[in-house]
Nanobody, 115 residues
């Protein structure tokens, strides 16, 4: 079992920045990939960014150049730095960890981009 807890969401103005954190606990040594997903109102959940256990990063086209995913191994945490935020980035952001054929979700954190 893996437990994931997201934090760092909130309200920010367009052009601003936020940093999200996903803290993992439990059987974390089997994690092969941690992804950040989001679900905007009325839309399907979509992958935003992710990082493998080997450090390979992947980004959705709509966040390239604005978001950065990274790991803090000492804290068992995956971070998502979000810069140049746009209104269309408003969504609930979820952390997901892949362990073999299993997947684990966090509870989500709301990000609202509005003036």
């Amino acid at each position: 079992q893996v437990q994931l807890v997201e934090s760092g969401g909130g309200l920010v103005q367009p052009g601003g920045s936020l940093s999200l954190s996903c803290a993992a606990s439990g059987s974390i040594f089997g994690i092969t990939f941690v992804g950040w997903y989001r679900r905007a109102p009325g839309k399907e959940r979509e992958l935003v960014a992710g990082i493998t256990s080997g450090g390979t990063r992947t980004y959705a086209d709509f966040v390239k150049g604005r978001f950065t995913v990274s790991r803090d191994n000492a804290k068992n945490t995956v971070l998502l730095q979000m810069n140049s935020l746009k209104r269309e980035d408003t969504a609930v952001y979820y952390c997901h960890a892949s362990v073999g054929s299993r997947g684990y979700w966090g509870q989500g954190t709301q990000v609202t981009v509005s003036s």
